[in-house]
């Protein structure tokens, strides 16, 4: 057969599967193609490989990935200067624009005029081949992406995982303020605030993990909604542990499976928690009174760990 | 129409765009979810007519349905590395016509396991290339070439367009001098000459 063929002339719903066998470095790749072949893969996208994308560095590498990671490709972005005349680059149609595109092992480089507007184009080119969810992994990189943050919550788009260190934050009410009532859309939250400011809850994150947690009170933790707590830094003590575990024995906590408290103030001679000193709770298996669900607690230096299970 | 044998030797006759029918046994159709849907409940009283497809392109279909019959279920897509000998020596006998007959066809008729193959061959041919070599082996115009036929066409339009308004020009002092039927005459060459440049304005 010959080594060319014309994929426009199958149907959508073929086109669909042979976008499906394709690997997600190839599918971009492809929608660069045509116009036309990106609408036919944009038709298709609800069919398409879940993507986590990953916002690495400022506005300059995209990490997009499958949901299981079988598959991994960088997309690069470079301000554009004298990219057009290298006999590598071919221009490609992405949001409209004609950009300059260098294919090579190490990922796809696009050069822009504007390389913030560049970044946000391919954000909504990326949204356009793929279901994707974000991701901002490095802490580091939360003053980056400030306003990017808050622009992809405003579109109700989802996170995997937001990082956000408000020490490295020049308007933290701002950013919090947009984010916090927007937290349903976050699977992992993880946060670092160890420079005086309070972020306060409207809604909860699947996940949560604060370092520095020492302003997180036991009022927030008995309303926490996620299904894993991690506290670094905490303050609390024995009678907020004890008080959380009542909690949920009775049937609070319904998501809880995992929580994880670090605390200078857990201590083993303190108030007994359940009714047990510390140290006796080590390795035990607790209940709920309804006899629903159990979880193994483990015990460390100022630390305590319970793992939930259902029967 | 089918035999009245036992079941796994019930015989459907099958009838094609050129009005031909032929047999095909009940196991293969049975991968033919369409037919599951139509005709295995209620049976058909005469050929089943898959009158959008011709007698080649079906029966290249059910020789790989009659092949697959005693193949285990399907369980979704195989890598073409996986296909056995049998199977690839059916898709390299094809042309390329034949290959997209045998994907629409095998579309429409719902067969899970041909149509998977097909795409994966299809995914194969882009597989490992760039965006540039991929462009080739789907035989589209690269961007390049599009803006350079563009242009190409701009400059005929413009080109055109200039030929025209010096016609118009002429016939308009040609106009005032002449008699009626001669300023019909030059109303004529002006239309034509419009005509002329809207034909080179689309193209």
């Known amino acids: 057969m010959s080594p060319s063929f014309p994929?426009?002339?199958?149907?959508g719903v073929v086109l669909s599967d042979v976008f499906k066998s394709l690997d997600i470095e190839e599918k971009f790749k492809l929608s660069l193609c045509s116009k036309r072949i990106s609408t036919q893969i944009n038709n298709a996208r609800l069919y398409s490989q879940n993507?986590?994308?990953?916002?690495?560095?400022?506005?300059?590498?995209?990490?997009?990935?499958?949901?299981?990671?079988?598959?991994?490709?960088y997309i690069l972005n470079f301000y554009e200067c004298g990219a057009r005349n290298n006999p590598d680059i071919h221009q490609y149609r992405i949001e409209e624009r004609t950009v300059p595109v260098f294919s090579s092992g190490i990922g796809i480089t696009l050069f822009w005029k504007n390389l913030r507007e560049g970044f946000l184009f391919v954000l909504r080119y990326l949204l356009k081949i793929f279901q994707c969810k974000f991701s901002i992994k490095n802490i580091c990189n939360t003053y980056l992406f400030e306003n990017t943050i808050s622009e992809l919550l405003d579109l109700q788009l989802e996170f995997k995982k937001l990082s956000i260190c408000f020490n490295l934050l020049k308007n933290q009410h701002l950013l919090w303020n947009q984010v916090s009532n927007k937290l349903g859309l976050v699977e992992d939250l993880e946060i670092l605030s160890g420079s005086g400011f309070r972020p306060v809850f409207t809604s909860w994150p699947q996940e949560i993990s604060i370092t520095g947690s020492d302003w997180f009170t036991l009022e927030y933790l008995l309303e926490c909604t996620c299904t894993t707590i991690s506290l670094g830094g905490s303050l609390l003590e024995n009678k907020d542990l004890d008080e959380t575990l009542r909690k949920w024995k009775t049937g609070g906590f319904p998501n809880l499976k995992c929580l994880k408290i670090n605390s200078q103030s857990i201590e083993t001679t303190g108030t007994t928690i359940l009714g047990m000193r510390l140290l006796e709770l080590s390795g035990k298996v607790i209940q709920t009174d309804d006899g629903s669900k159990k979880a193994t607690i483990d015990i460390g230096n100022g630390r305590i760990e319970m793992y939930v299970t259902s029967f | 129409m089918t035999s009245p044998a036992s079941s796994s030797e019930v015989k459907y006759l099958i009838e094609s765009s050129e009005g031909n029918t032929f047999d095909v046994s009940g196991a293969a159709l049975r991968q033919s979810n369409t037919f599951n849907a139509m005709f295995l409940n209620i049976g058909a009283d005469g050929p089943i007519p898959f009158t959008d497809y011709n007698e080649a392109t079906l029966?290249?279909?059910?020789?790989?349905?009659?092949?697959?019959?005693?193949?285990?279920?399907?369980?979704?897509?195989?890598?073409?590395?996986?296909?056995?000998?049998?199977d690839l020596n059916f898709f390299n006998e094809m042309d390329q016509k034949m290959f997209i007959d045998v994907i629409n066809a095998s579309n429409f008729l719902d067969i899970e396991r041909l149509t998977s193959y097909c795409c994966e061959r299809i995914a194969r041919m882009l597989r490992g290339k760039n965006t540039q070599e991929m462009i080739k082996v789907i035989t589209l115009p690269t961007a390049e070439e599009l803006e350079a036929k563009q242009k190409v066409e701009e400059k005929k339009a413009a080109a055109a367009k200039k030929v025209a308004e010096k016609a118009a020009e002429t016939a308009e002092k040609t106009e005032t001098l002449e008699e009626l039927p001669v300023q019909q005459l030059v109303q004529t060459t002006r239309n034509k000459l419009t005509r002329k440049y809207l034909s080179f304005s689309n193209e």
């Open chain 1, 7 to 11: 994929l426009l002339r199958l149907p």
């Open chain 2, 59 to 86: 029966k290249k279909v059910f020789e790989y349905c009659e092949h697959s019959v005693n193949e285990e279920n399907y369980s979704g897509p195989k890598h073409q590395d996986d296909l056995s000998k049998w």
């Open chain 1, 51 to 73: 993507v986590i994308v990953d916002l690495c560095g400022l506005y300059q590498k995209i990490e997009v990935s499958s949901e299981n990671n079988k598959d991994t490709f």
